[in-house]
T-cell receptor, first 112, second 119 residues
Framework: GENVEQHPSTLSVQEGDSAVIKCTYSDSASNYFPWYKQELGKRPQLIIDIRSNVGEKKDQRIAVTLNKTAKHFSLHITETQPEDSAVYFC???????????FGTGTRLQVFP | GAGVSQTPSNKVTEKGKYVELRCDPI?????LYWYRQSLGQGPEFLIY????????DSGLPNDRFFAVRPEGSVSTLKIQRTERGDSAMYLC?????????????????FGEGSRLTVL
């Protein structure tokens, strides 16, 4: 089955700097890659997703890139703010199976 | 309702007891998922329903775990003979899924979770 690995497990940055979180997946049939943000004690919420027919997607300060050949995808957050502090999870699924497999998470801390 | 509702929010039980966790998805969402999240880990897939039927139950760890969704809306996750290792946050999510490429959305809407502690 699908296996998703995520790095780093923790990431500390200064406010205004960029943050990058990387994930790799094992199943080449996976074609949907969302990112979820989970604040302390809260539910995970979707922040951005990408499908395998595109290589990059942006939404304001966040972007996701996908390299299907290498089977890895990354989350990029620019101009980080303290409210970006949270745990971020990548995930992968094969579109019509609807079984979303999550990575182990990255705890991002943005220091003012 | 406005969001996915899960009850109870907290459940403390003794080893060997039976527990039920309830999930009320967003109205109209056909797909419903159960995940388990341990401290410091990502959500672990347990089971997925499309309508009333379990489309994929490959994540259920053993036969002590069972889930139902008899009317295609509310779902109940049932755990028999609980063990200390079952302690975790149990998350339910729902999504709107329709056949056809133009009306699909993959976003999962999670509930607040049910925290299960087995003593």
């Amino acid at each position: 089955g699908e296996n998703v690995e995520q790095h780093p497990s923790t990431l500390s940055v200064q406010e205004g700097d960029s943050a990058v979180i990387k994930c790799t997946y094992s199943d080449s049939a996976s074609n949907y890659f969302p990112w979820y943000k989970q604040e302390l004690g809260k539910r995970p919420q979707l922040i951005i997703d990408i499908r395998s027919n595109v290589g990059e997607k942006k939404d304001q300060r966040i972007a996701v890139t996908l390299n299907k050949t290498a089977k890895h995808f990354s989350l990029h957050i620019t101009e980080t703010q303290p409210e970006d502090s949270a745990v971020y999870f990548c995930a992968a699924s094969i579109w019509n199976t609807d079984k979303l497999i999550f990575g182990t998470g990255t705890r991002l801390q943005v220091f003012p | 309702g406005a969001g996915v509702s899960q009850t109870p929010s907290n459940k403390v039980t003794e080893k060997g007891k039976y527990v039920e966790l309830r999930c009320d998805p967003i109205s109209g969402h056909t797909a419903l998922y159960w995940y388990r999240q341990s401290l410091g880990q990502g959500p672990e897939f347990l089971i997925y329903f499309q309508g009333t039927g379990a489309a994929d139950d490959s994540g259920l760890p053993n036969d002590r775990f069972f889930a139902v969704r008899p009317e295609g809306s509310v779902s109940t996750l049932k755990i028999q003979r609980t063990e200390r290792g079952d302690s975790a946050m149990y998350l339910c999510a729902s999504s709107l899924k329709k056949l056809g490429p133009s009306v699909f959305t993959g976003e999962l809407f999670f509930g607040e979770g049910s925290r299960l502690t087995v003593l």
